[in-house]
């Protein structure tokens, strides 16, 4: 199976259009030649209607071309009739979506309103009682005939009233029918889409988009790919668009990083049609970085131009085939253990090294400490680096030569580690890579921002596909700042842990705290706590699920009311919020994982 037509050369992904209310008066077409849609979602109470109406057109103000909005009661649902009448009656037309969960009810009522639903399969009129550990066939066909009753009104409405659709699934809310099927895997999340598409296709409705989303990127980009291979497989009339989003990104730089990992690598594959970067912040703020993420996608994938006669080796990359990797499971490139300057330890089952230039050694070297958990591991002009142009023949003669692709080829820094890696395949070489953020500089430094976003994608991109054994990042100007980004970078992608890792959904009306206060309360009294990782989650929607790999969870019972979980358990229930951070901090404590922050010396 493919996901896309090739690893090395940019084709966007050719899709049928489904189109959100009327484009001649505001809405919007996904797919097809469309550009990519952004997209957002509002904060406040469903119920709150001028607060609604507010935050939607601060969304619109800054370029939101969808805005979803929950609805998890009917009573919710019903009230977005007061929300759209008001915001078209201040000129807005920029579409509505109403996020379903649980409820099919509400999914009825919605889309009365809206101009788009979103369902979760997962959870779609599903308990989760796991009951039954293993499904007979029989009783699984049952439970599809069950849910294409419950499902079947929607599809029809929809159809109706020309109303588009997201089946929309996610890591953390997978039914009990599919867990136990097939568990909580990238396989599982597709095979509950399709479930609820051929429903839909049953009944001749095609207005509608995938998405399979993750706080976990690497998770999140298999998924994807799996996805789209398994409807090329089904056939052209599959070719619906994918809505692309890492869930639970959290905030700051490592929200954006792990963001741009995933949503960037597909991008760069010529896959999505709308995009959602998930923020723990004000939710306009997710705009800008759309925005942003976006403007980087054609300078990192430019297509090698034929009439170019200094490059006529490009023949040989419109006609190489295979992938160096394996896209569907992640497995890191094998390599041999080698040793960099200094004694660090590189390749083989070493931790990915983090390599920075001379410029920047100069820079950090006099504020390095002892016990400094970001620090460079090599300086690369000091490295015996064998740096080599992918698309011209080479030889190696040992595989402990760390390797690398010279600097100032046309090619897309993606495309070309891809291709270095199949080169080496091919010699049956397993040297080390050394993975560079950009190949040739602009004239122009990239802003702090953009050089985040190139890099996050660029090298984030490459070790989701199991390429890479150290990093070099350039592309940021700041010293300090290249240095951490390419550690950040490192533990969003899951390859490094040196830091606590936070999984923080973005906020909606079903959130029954403040997210923003909560998750700096948290961060205040655990940031110090190196290689554990914290879920904070507004709610049970996507909760236990997306905490499967998380150490501890802090989660939204009820208003006021918080319940901690260890791993995927629930342990604790029903604590008053004023005091959940202190009973997270003794649960972390009362499992071993808990140290004292060091004294801040002046």
Partial sequence: MRYCASPYLYQRRQTREVVVGDPAHGGVVIGGDHPVVRQSMITCDTMDTAASVRQTLELVAVGCQLVRITAPTVKDAANLQNIVRELRAQGCQVPIVADIHFKPEAALEAARWV????????????SKKFAIKEYTDDQYLAELGRIEERFTPLVKLCKELGRAMRIGTNHGSLSDRIMNRFGDTPLGMVESALEFARIARQHDFHNF????????????????????????????????????????????????????????????????ETIRVSLTEDSPNEIAVCRDL???????????????????????????????????????????????????????????????????????????????????????????????????????????????VADGLGLP???????????????????????????????????????????????????????????????????????????????????????????????????LFNLQTVTANIKARTDHLKGVKIAIMGCIVNGPGEMADADFGYVGGAPGKINLYVGKQPIKFNIPEVEAVDRLVDLIREHGKWVEPEPVTA
């Fill in 209 to 272: 988009v995938f998405s399979m989303k993750s706080s976990n990127p690497k998770v999140m980009i298999e998924c994807y790919r799996l996805l789209v291979a398994r409807l090329d497989e089904l056939g052209p009339d599959w070719n619906y668009p994918v809505h692309l989003g890492v869930t639970e990104a959290g905030e700051g730089e490592d929200g954006r990083i792990k963001s741009a990992i995933g949503i960037g690598s597909l991008l760069c594959d010529g896959l999505g």
């Fill in 413 to 511: 820094t993606i495309t070309a580690f891809r291709l270095l890696a199949a080169r080496l395949h091919r010699l049956g070489r397993k040297n080390p890579i050394l993975l560079k953020d950009c190949l040739v500089f602009p004239d122009v430094p990239f802003t702090p921002a953009v050089a985040l976003l190139r890099a996050s994608v660029v090298i984030g991109s490459l070790l989701a596909d199991g390429i890479g054994d150290a990093i070099l990042v350039r592309g940021e100007a700041g010293g300090g700042q290249s240095l951490r980004l390419a550690y950040n970078i490192l533990q969003a992608a899951g390859c490094r842990s040196f830091k606590t890792d936070y999984v923080a959904c973005p906020s909606c009306g079903r959130t």
């Fill in 294 to 404: 976006l403007a980087q996608i054609p300078s990192l994938t430019l297509s090698p131009e034929p009439t170019k006669s200094d490059r006529p080796d490009w023949d040989f990359l419109r006609e190489l085939s295979g992938w160096p990797f394996d896209p569907f499971h992640f497995e890191r490139r094998s390599t041999p253990e080698i040793e960099l300057e200094g004694g660090i330890k590189c390749g083989g089952e070493q931790t990915v090294r983090v390599v920075v230039t001379r410029g920047t050694w100069d820079k950090v070297a006099p504020k390095l400490r002892p016990r400094d958990d970001v620090k460079p591991e090599g300086v690369y002009e000091d490295l015996n680096v064998y740096e080599v142009d992918p698309t011209a023949d080479f030889t190696v003669n040992c595989d402990t030569q760390l390797i690398t």
């Fill in 115 to 126: 101009e788009k639903v979103r369902v979760n399969p997962g959870n779609y009129a599903d």
